[in-house]
């Protein structure tokens, strides 16, 4: 308790140390990431260019594809929660959440194919198709991240060490964005276009994200248990469940930044095909612009780890956010020249490197609040907020997206844009998602639960022994 007593009052000075823990091994590490970039290949689909294929491949109007996004977000937020509830009370020799990646990981392939096999039949039956089709592609995402962001809080309790596999999970999502955003319209194109080569190409990725998630199930353990031994091996009711998470303000907190980060980054994937074809008259140039985002989150995230454990979580977030400003303005300069829209993104990703590296460590640091606060441990349930903020925030960027093209009087498929429509693109491009990076840089003061952490650990070790 002295040890712990000491670390505390180094806290304020920045230093945030860890409680010691498993040492997690390099297979391991590989291992948990590459959930992640398995879940890209079908996630970066849906945020960069499902609305685009919808609107300018099959012909949707925009406002309708804008509409049925934020339905199925809404409806796969409650999937969230309950799924949630579902591994807390999943019991099996593989754990509580490894299992369902390997029970889902066939069904991940076949609804990637069934997402954009849209039939050439009327209007009003290819909106129902579209409909169905992406909320059964949701719900499988969900029976598949739920458990696989629950995993980091299951693997160790290290602060640190759940920062590096933080780390490994997002660098190797990047990889899946940067593969996925490149080779998508290369690879339809490359199969004959329209519905068949989209088709096919999903196929690929499908049965490439499938593999990956067996991978992930067979080189990772789950090793943490509740520290109250009768939760061991009784389920807690789910309205006990969802009380714990109405005493957790910090799960309250990271659940709304991550909301808030994914309809940031749910318009700045979703946005890029258009501002690539109509702003810099280039569709090219998505490959350009991702690849400039993502390549300098990647190297960023190299330092993430050190920096976070330096200084905090909290602190590198709200540095990350403050360098994101500073990129969109660099592109408002001109937000017609390519050199300006680029340097931006280069910036903007440098200042995402911390934000992607921390937030779900950030959120698995809340489970040991909430068990230290309520004397309940309940990961699943933790990380489903965390998933709903995903879903949700997903859901209302593509639905934005929609809405402001639709307010515009974007045209799908037209050579020539209105300025209003113009605007829109703009808008969803730079401005909104600006104007969310200051939001966050709101709230991010309150999170203070780094310089706590490493007494809750005690305490809770305590309670055990």
Not at 163 to 179: C, D, P, Q, W, Y
Not at 187 to 213: E, K, M, Y
Not at 239 to 254: I, M, R, V
Not at 395 to 420: E, H, K, M, P, R
């Amino acid at each position: 308790m002295a040890e712990n007593l000491k670390i505390e009052k180094l806290s304020p000075s920045g230093q945030t140390p860890t409680v010691p823990g498993e040492n997690i091994g390099l297979v391991e590490k590989i291992g948990y990431g590459t959930g992640d970039l398995a879940s890209n290949f079908i996630w970066t689909a849906m945020t960069t260019f499902i609305v685009y294929y919808y609107t300018d491949v099959i012909g949707i109007a925009a406002g309708i594809i804008g509409s049925i996004m934020l339905f199925s977000r809404i409806f796969d937020g409650v999937a969230d929660v309950l799924m949630g509830y579902i591994i807390d009370k999943t019991k099996s020799k593989h754990g509580k959440a490894r299992p369902w990646l390997l029970w889902l990981s066939i069904p991940f392939a076949v609804s990637a194919v069934l997402l954009f096999m849209v039939p050439n039949v009327s209007t009003v039956w290819q909106v129902i198709y579209i409909t169905i089709t992406y909320n059964v592609v949701s719900l499988v995402y969900t029976g598949l991240n739920v458990p696989y962001g629950t995993m980091n809080s299951l693997i160790t309790q290290d602060q640190y060490q759940r920062s590096v596999l933080n780390v490994f999970r997002m660098s190797l999502a990047l990889v899946g964005t940067l593969i996925v955003s490149n080779l998508t319209l290369p690879l339809a194109n490359f199969f004959g276009g329209q519905r068949f080569g989209w088709v096919l190409t999903f196929l690929i990725f499908g049965l490439i994200g499938s593999s990956l998630f067996y991978l992930c199930f067979r080189t990772t353990k789950e090793r943490v248990r509740p520290a109250n031994k009768e939760q061991q091996v009784k389920t807690v009711p789910l309205k006990e469940s969802l009380k714990t998470l109405g005493k957790n303000k910090y799960w309250a907190l990271a659940t709304v930044f991550i909301l808030l980060t994914y309809i940031f980054n749910a318009l700045n994937s979703g946005s890029v095909i258009y501002y690539a074809e109509y702003i810099l008259d280039n569709t090219l140039l998505v490959g350009l612009v991702t690849t400039a985002y993502t390549v300098f989150i990647l190297v960023g995230m190299v330092i993430v780890a050190p920096i976070t454990k330096r200084f905090g979580k909290r602190n590198a977030i709200i540095v990350g956010e403050l360098i994101t400003i500073l990129g969109y303005l660099v592109m408002l300069i001109d937000v017609t020249s390519v050199t300006f829209i680029v340097a931006g993104t280069i910036i903007r990703g440098i200042g995402k490197a911390p934000i992607n590296g921390s937030m779900f460590a950030l959120l698995g640091d809340t489970i040991e609040y909430g068990e230290w606060k309520t004397g309940i441990r309940n990961e699943g349930m933790v990380y489903s907020g965390g998933s709903m903020g995903i879903k949700v925030g997903s859901g209302l960027g593509a639905a934005i997206i929609g809405w402001v093209l639709a307010f515009g009087g974007y045209v799908g498929n037209s050579a020539v844009q209105t300025d209003a429509a113009l605007l829109s693109i703009q808008t969803i491009f730079i401005y909104i998602p600006m104007g969310i990076t200051i939001l966050i840089l709101f709230i991010m003061p309150f999170y203070d639960l780094d310089r706590k952490y490493p007494q809750i650990i005690s305490d809770l070790k305590a309670r055990n022994a």
